[in-house]
């Protein structure tokens, strides 16, 4: 799994990426330096935690993919279906190309079922 | 010296008078009412105009100067009025002149002035408090305005309870409740007012349609406009009986949150609800959500608790260092939650699945910033 998440970290733009399970426990991180991890696990864990809560009450469900904006970074919560694939980029990246490479490292983390939750 | 000027008037006067008696056109009959109106004769002016403009209805010349001649009058009056409030702060009449004066031209903000005004001299006047409530009332017909039907409410509840049997007050106060959605007062309003005043027809027309209750959309609006309101908490308002409403009731145990200046609650709505698949909406402030719009079947709670989303991104950015977050969108297969950020708040709108478009969000944050409800965008995500 870590080699997945090393992989998409030598995305163009990628600080940082991890596995949170649906429940907000984290399974792996890769954070380049500059990123707390045990800070981005925290709240990687608490904002799907929070978020899947959320849309369960205002009845939808589960989510596929929450791409969040922010001044100084973007952040994308991406399904991988037994868990969610957390990626940290830098303010200014293209979310559209990198999002190419998260969905890949999605769909190989999904496939490969490594997590063994 | 007098007796000669007022001699040489009245046979300007006359000579006026019969020319335009002769030789009847615009011209000869604007330079008599202008001449009556010169020499303070306003009425009789204003009698000729009428007269004049039934016989040349299309003259530019007689309708220009028509408006000039009102306006003239009004600021006339208004100068005599303000001198007597001047000289007489304490009689609540010249306060009352002052005010239907401004109300005759539809200045509701200088009618309220004048009442306010007149109400710190003459407290509970129960004629002040009324043309107020007219002009709270002109403004929550125009501007969809929760603050001035709920300042009217309080001051006909006040006026009503000097003079239970003051006509007027009972007649405005269940249009008022007409207009808020609460048909069983304003049906306890209106029925014996349309009693004793079976020509009001419009009266008549609001008791039928309030017999008749509200419709889905009604209660929507209602609802939404009383959250505003409450919420906001400025207004210590009583609503006695209403209380039994279920909805009022859930209302008055709730938190006041923040108060959020909306410029044009209708063109907001209709702003919101040409969202292509939006439905839902909510202005998450800085100290709390406030419920703008909803589309029926989605309950007001869980539509609250979309706020937690933009708490939650919130202090995932802020513990992340990822600094203030702009714009965040949550896709998922029942729909689409997208959260914009501004200088003093989020705006979280909910949309149905595969009718999300950038198109229909920008125009409900470009809605939102028309209105008001929002200072600027953080970004330009």
């Keep these: ?117 | 010296m007098a007796l000669f000027s007022v001699v040489r008037k009245q046979l300007l006067l006359r000579r006026l008078r019969r020319r335009a008696h002769d030789k009847p056109s615009p011209s000869t009959m604007a330079e008599l009412a202008e001449t009556y109106f010169n020499q303070n004769y306003p009425e009789e002016a204003f009698r000729t105009l009428e007269r004049a403009m039934a016989m040349y209805p299309d003259s530019d010349l007689l309708r220009n100067l028509s408006a000039h001649l009102r306006r003239a009058e009004f600021e006339r009056q208004v100068r005599v009025l303000q001198r007597l409030v001047e000289e007489n702060p304490n009689d609540p009449t010249v306060h009352l002149a002052l005010a239907q004066i401004y109300f005759t031209v539809r200045d509701t903000n200088k009618v309220l002035e004048v009442v306010t005004e007149g109400l710190s001299h003459c407290p509970g006047e129960g004629g002040l408090l009324l043309v107020g409530a007219r002009a709270r009332l002109e403004r929550c017909c125009r501007d969809l305005s929760e603050r001035d039907c709920l300042l009217a409410i309080e001051d006909l509840r006040q006026v009503l309870q000097g003079n239970p049997d003051n006509h007027e007050a009972r007649r405005l106060l269940g249009q008022l409740f007409y207009l808020l959605g609460h048909y069983r007062a304003a049906v306890e309003l209106l029925a014996p007012y349309v009693q004793y005043n079976p020509w009001d027809e419009r009266a008549q027309g609001w008791l039928t349609a309030a017999q008749a209750g509200p419709g889905p959309a009604e209660s929507l609006v209602l609802e939404e406009a009383m959250t505003r309101a409450f919420k906001r908490g400025r207004f210590p308002i009583d609503l006695g009986g209403e209380r039994e409403h279920p909805f009022v009731e859930s209302l008055a145990e709730r938190p006041m949150i923040r108060d959020v200046v909306l410029g044009s609650t209708e063109r907001l709505k209709q702003a919101l609800m040409l969202g292509e698949g939006l439905r839902a909406a909510v202005w998450a402030g800085l100290r709390g959500p406030e419920v703008l719009i909803r589309r029926e079947g989605l309950g007001e709670a869980n539509v609250l608790a979309l706020a937690d989303v933009a708490s939650a991104g919130e202090r995932a950015c802020v513990d992340m260092d990822l600094g203030r977050p702009e714009r965040a969108v949550i896709t998922g297969p029942a729909g689409t939650v997208v959260m914009v950020g501004f200088a003093d708040g989020h705006l979280l709108a909910l949309f149905s699945p595969a009718l999300h478009s950038r198109d229909a969000e920008r125009r409900v944050s470009d809605a939102l910033q028309e209105a008001g409800v929002v200072a600027e965008e953080a970004g330009g995500a």
């Design chain 1, 1 to 117: 799994m870590r080699d997945i998440l090393q992989e998409l970290n030598r995305s163009v733009g990628v600080r940082g990426s991890a596995v949170v399970t649906h429940d907000g426990i984290l399974v792996a991180s890769e954070l380049t330096a500059g990123l707390d991890e045990d800070a981005v696990a925290a709240m990687a864990s608490s904002l799907v935690r929070n978020t899947i809560s959320t849309l369960r009450r205002v009845g939808l469900g589960e989510f596929s993919l929450f791409t969040m904006q922010a001044t100084s970074g973007k952040m994308v919560v991406a399904d991988a279906e037994v868990a969610y694939l957390v990626v940290v980029t830098d303010p200014g990246v293209n979310l559209d190309l990198t999002m190419v490479d998260i969905e890949a490292a999605s769909y190989r983390l999904t496939k490969r079922g490594q997590l063994g939750v």
